[in-house]
Each structure stands twice: as C-alpha cells, then as structure tokens.
C-alpha cells in the first residue's frame, strides 16, 4: 500500500473570497496566497460564496449575525440610507429596487441556508473545506453575533452556512483562512484531508472489512501520535468486529478515526511513536546508529529542530531496512514532502 495518495486533485471546497473571486461585500477578495501558492497542487478547489448565491449581489451593504447566539439571525448591517452612492445609483437602475431595500429589514438567513442546500449536497464527495473567518455566513467560529443595542454578545458563533456544513458533515476536515498562517494548524489540515480523501476512496467508497483493516493498519502510527486512547480503542473495536453490520462499522470507525486526529500531535508524542518504529530497526542498524538517532529525536522533542528532521533520518534507515509493514505506514509520509510542511513543526 502507498503511504500517500498519488492523486493531485482532491476535491476541497474553499470560500470563493479565499480562492480571489472578486465577490466580497466591497467588490473584492480575500485571496490566500497558501492556499493559491501551495495547497492547489493538490487540492482541486470548489469555490462557493453562500451570500452571492443567495443572490444578495456584489457590491452589498455589509451582513451581521444579531439576536440569540443559540439561532441568530441574519441581517444587513446598514440602512438603506448609509448605502454608498454607487451602490444606490445601481439599485435605481435595477427592477428588484423595492426587494433590495426590504431585504435590508428583514431576517436574510432562511434564504442564505436555503441557497446553499446544493452546495451541501456536493459536500458529500469532498475531502475538505477551507472557510473565511469573521463572516456571518462562513466563519467557523469566533464571529460577532450583536445585540440589539448594537454590541456583540461576549459569546460567539459560526457563520450561517459554516455552521451548517458542520452540523451535517462532522468528520469533514474544515478549517480557516486565517488558521492556514499556523503552520501546525495547516500541516494538521491538510494531513487530515489526505486521511479522509484516502479513507472515501478506500475504505467507503470500496467497502469491505478487508479494506478497513488494511487502511487501520496503514494509519496505526499516526493515530498513536495523534490520540494513544483511540489508538487502542480502534484496534479492540476491529480486533472483535468482523461479525457486525459492515456500514455501521464503518460509520462508527470513521467518527472516531477523524476526531481522533482533529488534534495536532505534541513533540513528545512524536518522540515516542519514532521511538516505537526504531524498534523495527533493532536487528538491522548497529548501536552506534541507533544512539545517534535516538538523539535527534532528542533535539526534536526539546524544540532545537523541526520534525522534518527525525523523520528524514528514520526514514532513510526505514527505506533501507524497515519491514514492507514498516514501510506503508503512513505515519512516515502522510502527504506529499515536496509541501514542506514538517519543515516548519
């Protein structure tokens, strides 16, 4: 088994702001150049803009998420009067003049969900999805819900259409533009949508109990590093379940699998999972390289290099001795190196 996906155009929905479609409320885009630069030579993007489909136009008044944080509604942020000129001058040359202006007393969130029920209905062959922050409609949290006298409430929310796809799609890897600029954060994204990309296509989208221990068992150093409890949960599951319903299984599996690696590995739980495959070099790399591998793995768990480095050394040594087991452990190479991005973790 391959430890990485040889594909190069995993499906990955994005906010059409993020990928520099000019369609903010101001006419612009919020373009992200990680996102531009590096993670589109993977990742075939499907763009969407939940307010440009719910047909609220480009330019618009500015939204805002107001009322109970539990159920917030959607509005304009702006009276018609405090709308620029160049927008008012495009509204009095439009037929929908008298629509525009009650939409902009009026809660705008049941046409905002109901625009992007077939974009969610697409959600269901993706392998991720990168949100804007702060917006109303596709901030994944932290965005302002007001009250009525005009202040937010000390309590956040997500956005309209973020909290939906969330809601219906729980083990989806979903995470921020702004998130990306952390390197940990982005290295657990993008490993996470490789994991479920990986898992559609093999395990779900070809199942059979065979198949669901042969991905297990390709992932079980990863999820060692990522969550020791799931780790062994996991394998108690699957060691006595040859026997239940197979969807079920997989369902449940899946779940637990996505939320275990939800959270990005600590160094000291890299050392140790590095430390557990030189076991399997044991018979085969002398003491003395042994020793001076251990040390690096030292350097690494005190923060004196990146994780790039222990893992360049293991693997070299794995490739040359490990075991073909060994070896398609995806934990050695969950995405493609060329990313980089253990450099900077």
């Known amino acids: ?4 996906s040889e594909t190069t155009d995993i499906p990955v929905g994005i906010s059409a702001c993020v990928l520099g479609e000019e369609v903010r409320f ?3 885009h919020s373009q992200s150049r990680i996102c531009q630069n590096q993670l589109a030579k993977h990742f075939k993007f499907q763009s969407f803009c939940p307010e440009v489909a719910a047909g609220f136009g480009i330019p618009r008044p500015t939204m805002r998420l107001t009322g109970d944080p539990a159920n917030p509604k959607l509005i304009f942020s702006r009276p018609p009067s405090e709308k620029s000129q160049e927008q008012a001058e495009k509204d009095q040359q439009q037929d929908s003049d008298n629509d525009s202006e009650s939409l902009l007393m009026q809660d705008l969130g049941k046409k905002l969900t109901d625009a992007c029920q077939p974009m969610l209905n697409r959600c269901e062959q993706l392998d991720g999805f990168i949100l804007k922050k702060d917006s109303p409609s596709c901030g994944m949290e932290r965005v302002k819900i007001y009250q009525p006298s005009g202040h937010p409430h000390e ?16 083990n ?3 995470e921020e533009d702004g998130r990306l600029n952390d390197a940990q954060l982005r290295e657990n994204f993008v ?5 479920h990309h990986n898992f559609r296509t093999e395990v779900a989208g070809q199942a059979s109990f065979h198949n669901l221990l042969q991905f297990h068992s390709s992932y079980k150093y990863l999820l ?4 020791q409890t799931a780790y062994r949960e996991l394998g108690k599951m699957l060691a006595v379940a040859h026997k239940e319903p197979l969807d079920a299984l997989i369902k449940t599996y899946h779940q637990q699998f996505m939320s275990a690696i939800n959270t990005p590995a600590s160094r000291g739980s890299h050392c140790n999972v590095m430390q557990h495959i030189m076991g399997y070099l ?3 790399v002398d003491s003395t390289a042994r020793q001076h591998i251990l040390s690096v793995f030292e350097q690494y ?4 290099v990146n994780l790039i480095t222990p893992m360049t050394l293991l693997s070299h040594y794995i490739n040359q001795n490990g075991s073909e087991y060994i070896r398609a452990q995806r934990y050695l190479e969950p995405y493609p190196s060329h990313l980089g991005l253990r450099n900077l973790v």
Not at 191 to 195: G, K, L, Q, S
Request: charged share 25%; hydrophobic share 45%.
């Open 282 to 284: 044991k018979q085969s």
């Open 1 to 4: 088994m391959n430890r990485i």
């Open 224 to 227: 060692m590093a990522h969550n």
């Open 301 to 304: 768990r005190l923060g004196e």
């Open 155 to 170: 309590e956040r929310g997500a956005g309209l259409f973020a909290r939906a796809l969330m809601e219906r799609f729980p």
């Open 172 to 174: 989806l890897p979903i």
């Open 191 to 195: 490993m996470r949508v490789f994991a």
């Open 26 to 28: 101001n006419g612009g």
